[in-house]
C-alpha cells in the first residue's frame, strides 16, 4: 500500500456537499458528459474519456479539473449487469494504467458481465496534477519513506520531513490540498453519474480498499457488489499513519517465503541460491544490510551508490510478489559478490517525479492529523527496530505529515456495519504491506456488510494476482452471482 494524505476544509461545508440537505448545501452541477475515443490496447476496444470534477465541492461551480477515465465495453451485452469500477491502490495508483494490465483478465472471468471501467485519481497519471517543487533528493523513495539512519538516528528524517512539508505548503496550492480520501469518494460518484448508472459494483485494491469502503459508508444506495482486495486497519484517527506501522509486521509476515525460495535448489541453476537452508537468509540479509551501511557499494547508477536502506527498500517491494523474487535474490548476489556491481531496480535509480511525489505526501498528510512529538518518534523508532529487523524502524518514523500546513481538510470518516451487506473481503495471510492482522480490523469496522476470504499465500493484492485458484473463484462467482460464504472463509 503506498502514503499520502491532506485535511482542512470546513467540515459544515465539505460533509454539506457529500450529503446535501434542503437548505444548506452548495447546488451541485449535472453530471457531466464523456466523449470517448479509442486508446490503450485496440484488442481490448478500450476507450478514455476526461471526468470534469470541481477542484474543490464546496463551490461546486467553481474551477473545474480533468481527471482521465478509460473503459472497456462488455462484448456481450445480453450478459451485461452493469459497471465495475476498478480502484487502484497507492495512494498514487493509477486506475487507467490497472484497467490496462488487468482488462483481459478481467474480461475472460467475467464473461462480459460488466463495462469495466478504470480512472486516474487526482494528482495521478493523466488527471490533475500537484507539484511540491521539491528537490530531486527529496523525492527519491527510499527518503519520502522515512528510513532512519544506520545508527537509527531520526535526524536527518525530522529535516527531510520539515523541509517538505514547508515546500508542499509554499508551491502545492489549492490542487495538492484537492489530494483526499473524501474527494477521491465524491468524484467516484460523479463517475457513476456521468455514466448513467445508478449502481455501480467496485474493485477496490490497497489503499482503494479504504476508498471503496468510504463509498460503501457515504453512498450505501449506490453499490452494487463491491470487493475489498488487501485491507488495512479504518481506524479514523490514524488512517495511512497506522497503515506505515502496519508494513513492519507485513514484512516479518512474508519474509519467511521469500527465504524459502531462496533457499531452494531450484535457484542453484541460476547462481541465486542464497543459502542451503531457509532459515539462514534472514541473518545473511540482514547482515549484508549492516554492511552496506557501513560501506556503500557503487551501483551501475552514477552516484546512486547501494546503501543499507537501499536495499531494505528492494526487499519491502520485491516482497508484494513472487515474481519480484529473482531479481531481489540477483540484487543481494551482487552485493555481496566483490567482481559484481549491483543492478538497483529502476524505482530506487532516480527520483520519483514531482507529481508522483506530490500526490504519495499529499493524500496521507492532507486526511488526519499525524500524532507524536519528535522525541515520541525516536523512542517508536528504537522500539520498531529492535522488534523488526527487517525495516529497521521506517514504518515507525516521522514523515512530512507531522509538520503538514493547515491540518486534515475535514474529518475522517469512521466506517461503520450500517449499510447493505453486499462487501467480499479478500486478503493474503502473508501481506508486506496490509498484514492479515490489520484486514481483521477493516473486517471488525465493517460487521455484518461483509465476508472475508483469507487467502494462504504470500503477497499483495490477491484477485488475478498473487492469490490462488480458490480466491479467485470465490471473487468471480461473487461478483456474477452476489453468492458469498456464508461465514467467513479460508482458500
Not at 472497456?72 to 450478459?79: K, M, Q, T, Y
Not at 493523466?126 to 539512519?149: E, I, Q, T, Y
Not at 449506490?222 to 508494513?247: E, I, K, Y
Request: with cysteine.
Amino acid at each position: 500500500m503506498t502514503t499520502s494524505a491532506g485535511i482542512a476544509l470546513a467540515l459544515a461545508l465539505a460533509s454539506a456537499a457529500l450529503a446535501p440537505t434542503a437548505s444548506a448545501a452548495p447546488v451541485a452541477p449535472s453530471a457531466p458528459s464523456l466523449s470517448w475515443s479509442a486508446c490503450g490496447d485496440a484488442a481490448l476496444g478500450q476507450e478514455c474519456a476526461t471526468l470534469t470534477v470541481p477542484l474543490d465541492y464546496a463551490d461546486p461551480h467553481g474551477r473545474q479539473v480533468g481527471l482521465a477515465v478509460s473503459r472497456i465495453l462488455s462484448d456481450r451485452p445480453e450478459a451485461r449487469r452493469g459497471v465495475l469500477l476498478v480502484v487502484p491502490g497507492g495512494p498514487g495508483g493509477s486506475g487507467v494504467q490497472r484497467l490496462s494490465t488487468k482488462g483481459a483478465a478481467l474480461g475472460k472471468e467475467l464473461g462480459g458481465a460488466y463495462d469495466l471501467v478504470g480512472f486516474d485519481p487526482r494528482g495521478v497519471g493523466g488527471s490533475m496534477k500537484a507539484d511540491c517543487g521539491l528537490a530531486d533528493d527529496d523525492r527519491r523513495l527510499v527518503n519520502l519513506r522515512s528510513w532512519p539512519a544506520a545508527d537509527g538516528s531520526i535526524d536527518a528524517s525530522v529535516e527531510r520531513s520539515r523541509r517538505t512539508a514547508e515546500a508542499c505548503a509554499r508551491n502545492g496550492g489549492a490542487e495538492l490540498r484537492s489530494l483526499t480520501t473524501a474527494n477521491q469518494v465524491r468524484d467516484m460518484d460523479r463517475l457513476r453519474a456521468a455514466l448513467g448508472e445508478r449502481k455501480v459494483s467496485v474493485w477496490g485494491v490497497s489503499y482503494g480498499t479504504y476508498v471503496t469502503a468510504q463509498y460503501a459508508q457515504k453512498f450505501p444506495h449506490r453499490t452494487d457488489r463491491l470487493v475489498l482486495d488487501s485491507s488495512a486497519d479504518p481506524n479514523p484517527r490514524t488512517v495511512a499513519q497506522g497503515w506505515l506501522r502496519g508494513m513492519a509486521r507485513g514484512a516479518e509476515d512474508r519474509f519467511p517465503d521469500f527465504a524459502a525460495w531462496a533457499a531452494h535448489p531450484d535457484r542453484a541453476k541460476d547462481g541465486l541460491r542464497l543459502a542451503e537452508r531457509a532459515e539462514d537468509v534472514r541473518p545473511l540479509v540482514l547482515g549484508l544490510a549492516a554492511r552496506l551501511d557501513r560501506e556503500p557499494k557503487p551501483s551501475t547508477t552514477d552516484g546512486v551508490p547501494l546503501t543499507g536502506n537501499l536495499l531494505r527498500q528492494a526487499l519491502q517491494m520485491a516482497l508484494y510478489s513472487d515474481s519480484q523474487f529473482e531479481g531481489l535474490a540477483r540484487l543481494v548476489q551482487q552485493a555481496r559478490t566483490a567482481s559484481a556491481t549491483p543492478v538497483l531496480p529502476p524505482a530506487l535509480s532516480g527520483p520519483m517525479p514531482g507529481a508522483d511525489a506530490a500526490v504519495t505526501v499529499g493524500v496521507i498528510c492532507n486526511d488526519v492529523k499525524w500524532r507524536g512529538s519528535v522525541r515520541s518518534y525516536e523512542r517508536a523508532v528504537a522500539a520498531d527496530r529492535a522488534a523488526y529487523p527487517l525495516t529497521a524502524g521506517m514504518p515507525a518514523n516521522i514523515t512530512p505529515c507531522s509538520f503538514w500546513k493547515g491540518g486534515p481538510v475535514e474529518r475522517p470518516t469512521r466506517l461503520t456495519d450500517e449499510g447493505p451487506s453486499n462487501i467480499l473481503m479478500i486478503q493474503s495471510l502473508r501481506d508486506p504491506a496490509t498484514p492479515h492482522s490489520a484486514g481483521l480490523k477493516m473486517r471488525e469496522a465493517l460487521g455484518a456488510k461483509a465476508r472475508l476470504v483469507s487467502v494462504d499465500h504470500g503477497g499483495h493484492g490477491m484477485y488475478l494476482g498473487n492469490g490462488n485458484p480458490c480466491g479467485d473463484r470465490t471473487v468471480t462467482r461473487f461478483l456474477l452471482t452476489g453468492e458469498r460464504p456464508a461465514t467467513d472463509a479460508t482458500c
